[in-house]
């Protein structure tokens, strides 16, 4: 299924959206497919959708007053959030939310896990198999969730030397940054090797040169995105965002040895006060269109920046194609089929 062309419209005609009549686009031609952007929040723990092919926007309330991390399964039309918060902490399914078109809806919970995180900060997911980052202590944990049908089993926790932040699978390797730093850790046949509570050491461990402090990531199409926050307070600390764009990524990480350096002329990297960057704490790529989607949390109250042909780019202080506000946003998915 050819769906580029209306991906590309969504990526760089972006988030400012405009409602089409049906599935058809301004010029009458039939929209086939699926692209759609999931957005989570700090501020109430909704989930925004944005049906980048239709120009669609869905706004869908949870039992969360906070999420961070969030995954769409086509398997059971749901999405899952980790809520956050004082008294919600714990993996939460919302099923068959594909019927809920361009509404603002509340939502009761289908599935909720065990409660037992205490500061999620991303989810990754592989099979059945859902990771969630937490940050509560010095040493990250890894919360490793087993969906089975209608429950989610609690498998085991891994404990790591590191502070944690965003996470990613990439085939069965588990990608992770290293939060306060610019390191990247990888865990080989993570959920394979690791079934037991225990604390363990990474594969291997690199520096990303030219980051200051790491927080999201995502890797499509042989690319890996990291996003750098840099300061988290004061100064500049609304405008000295930035993320690196890893072409070839397999063989550019393989080449390093474990403890070495990716050198910064193997990557691309945006920054400066026209990107608009200044705490961008996760992000999407798309390949397909090459794209990135920042969810930004310094300015404005939250936006989604949006920026085209990223890896074809010499990078710099370039202006997003769209910012879109959403309050308090913290986490993004995309799902395409």
Known sequence: M????????????????TSCDDDTDDAGNEINGTADLYATSHTDGSVTKYDLLRGE????????????????????DSFTIAARGATQTSLQSYLSVS????????LDVDIMGPTVLQSPRDLAVNGNIYVVSD??????????????????????????????????????DLYAVVDSSSDLAVFTNFASTNTTDATVAASKRIT????????????????????????????????????HVITNFDSKFDAVDNGGTLAVTDQ?????DATLMGNPVNVVYDAETDAVYVAELANGGGQILTYGNVSSSAGGNVAPNSATAL????????YKD
């Not at 969504?10 to 400012?16: D, M, Q, R, V």
């Not at 499509?220 to 930035?242: L, R």
């Not at 691309?268 to 400066?272: A, H, L, Q, S």
């Open 135 to 172: 940050n509560a202590n010095a040493n990250g944990r890894f919360f490793v969730f087993e969906k089975d049908g209608d429950s989610f089993t609690l498998r085991n926790t891994v404990t790591v030397d590191f502070a944690v932040w965003g996470i990613e699978f990439v085939g069965n």
């Open 208 to 243: 990303v040169e030219g980051i200051v402090r790491t927080h999201g990531l995502d890797y499509d199409g042989g690319t890996m995105i990291m996003t750098d926050i840099a300061a988290a307070s004061g100064g500049d600390f609304a405008v000295d965002g930035a993320f």
């Open 268 to 272: 691309v990297r945006y920054e400066g």
């Open 99 to 106: 019927d809920i078109i361009e509404a603002t809806i509340s």
């Open 2 to 17: 050819n769906i580029s062309k209306f991906i590309y419209f969504g990526a760089i005609g972006l988030l400012a959206l």
């Open 57 to 76: 926007i869905t706004t869908y309330g949870t039992a969360s007053a906070d999420a961070e991390g969030i995954y769409y399964s086509p398997d059971d």
């Open 327 to 334: 309050s308090g946003v913290s986490s993004l998915y995309l």
